[in-house]
């Protein structure tokens, strides 16, 4: 009898840890009733799949088979009840071709108080040629729904994913902390308006890696509250450069602090590394920024810091900005302008621009050393820097 209880509880035991060691739960859109056609509104079986997703006390994954999968806007809500979900896509997400459906609704995919989300591969489709066109237009257009927003979101990973001819911004980070793209590209016309490539703000900790970014407005833009991004190895082009700002927009403002962005390549784009802030009163700052080993390829501005930045003359004509810049060191940036001034510090009057470095820099406009232009800077040159500095 002894013997039996004791087969019993080795049988029991076997049970329980064959059951905890079971592979975690993976959710096929398809069996949700998703349609691979690019026709079907599949929006209700993506939120169904992640519910359940959402809704597991263990590790679950999402899988998105190959095919095209027509979506309308969709808000993927936390917090969930574990925080490892993967997002498996073998194939494309498809937006409304009618920018009208999503064009006001301010993103077309949207994570929202998710904590530990890994999204592997897949191509996002925004569709957004039409809304471009009607932009340029001049006509009343929708702003247009960015293509993957997260907001209030930790622990986020994004490897190999491709967003194509976004509406507006193809992936915006607002209020999240630890971040990691690999691998991204993002693909939209040099003449796309306000399709910002990546834009972070309120964020810490975000690293972007080798990503390729070609688009009509800023390749990444830094917005306020940003601090701890490192930014390694994209190519840049298409596109406005990489941006920090327009910061001082508003008087009560976050600042920016603590930015890496390294081996960059900008490739005919209209900035190269830029930081630029309101002509107006503000609060804001941005301190303790390290640009490193960027190659400039025909470049209009390949090193700016505009604090007159006012956009049609409107909220800001008389005043100055009140955004205090220090400690922004260029390091090792070579490579061609566009414009015969590859240098222009243009800083606030009120509050000049203090503790700007230029280390190993050589810029070169018609195959002859650049120009430099200096308001309000103070700072200092060393190694080999060309145009000479006019800190």
């Not at 929708?142 to 979101?153: D, E, I, L, Q, V």
């Not at 390749?219 to 840049?236: F, R």
Request: positive net charge; hydrophobic residues 35%; aromatic residues 8%.
């Amino acid at each position: 009898m002894c013997y039996f209880h004791f087969l019993i509880s080795i049988l029991l035991l076997s049970i329980f840890n064959t059951s905890s060691l079971a592979a975690p739960p993976s959710y096929n859109v398809v069996s949700f009733g998703a349609k691979p056609d690019g026709r079907t509104d599949s929006t209700k079986a993506f939120l169904s799949a992640w519910a359940n997703a959402c809704g597991s006390p263990r590790a679950a994954t999402i899988y998105v088979p190959p095919g095209r999968f027509f979506l309308r806007n969709v808000a993927f809500q936390g917090p969930c009840k574990n925080n490892r979900i993967t997002i498996r896509i073998d194939g494309t997400l498809v937006a409304p071709s009618d920018y009208r459906v999503i064009g006001n609704a301010g993103n077309w995919l949207f994570f929202q108080h998710v904590d530990g989300v890994t999204l592997n591969s897949g191509i996002l489709d925004g569709q957004g040629t039409a809304l471009w066109a009607c932009k340029n237009s001049g006509k009343n257009c929708p702003s247009g729904a960015t293509s993957m927003g997260f907001s209030n979101c930790n622990n986020i990973a994004i490897n190999g994913l491709t967003s194509l001819n976004s509406q507006m911004y193809h992936v915006v980070f607002n209020g999240c902390n630890n971040v990691k793209l690999k691998g991204v590209k993002v693909l939209a016309s040099g003449n796309s308006p306000n399709t910002d490539g990546i834009h972070v703000q309120l964020s810490s900790g975000v690293t972007i890696l080798n990503t390729r970014i070609s688009t009509g407005d800023d390749c990444v833009s830094i917005g306020p509250g940003t601090s701890n991004l490192w930014i390694e190895n994209v190519a840049c082009g298409p596109g406005h450069g990489i941006s920090i700002g327009g910061l001082g927009k508003d008087l009560n403002e976050a600042g920016v602090q603590n930015v890496t962005v390294k081996t960059v390549t900008f490739t005919g784009t209209q900035n190269g590394l830029r930081i630029k802030s309101w002509g107006r009163p503000s609060n804001g700052f941005a301190r303790n920024i390290l640009f490193q080993n960027a190659i400039m390829k025909n470049v209009q501005n390949p090193i700016i810091i505009d604090q007159n930045y006012c956009p049609d003359n409107i909220g800001c004509p008389g005043q100055v900005s009140g955004v205090k810049i220090s400690d922004v060191t260029y390091q090792d940036v070579h490579g061609t302008s566009a414009t015969e001034v590859a240098v222009n510090f243009d800083c606030s009057s009120k509050y000049p621009c203090s503790r700007i470095r230029l280390e190993d820099v050589k810029l070169t406009y018609k195959n002859q050393p650049a120009a430099a232009s200096c308001s309000h800077a103070d700072g200092s040159a060393s190694g080999l820097v060309q145009p000479k500095g006019c800190l």
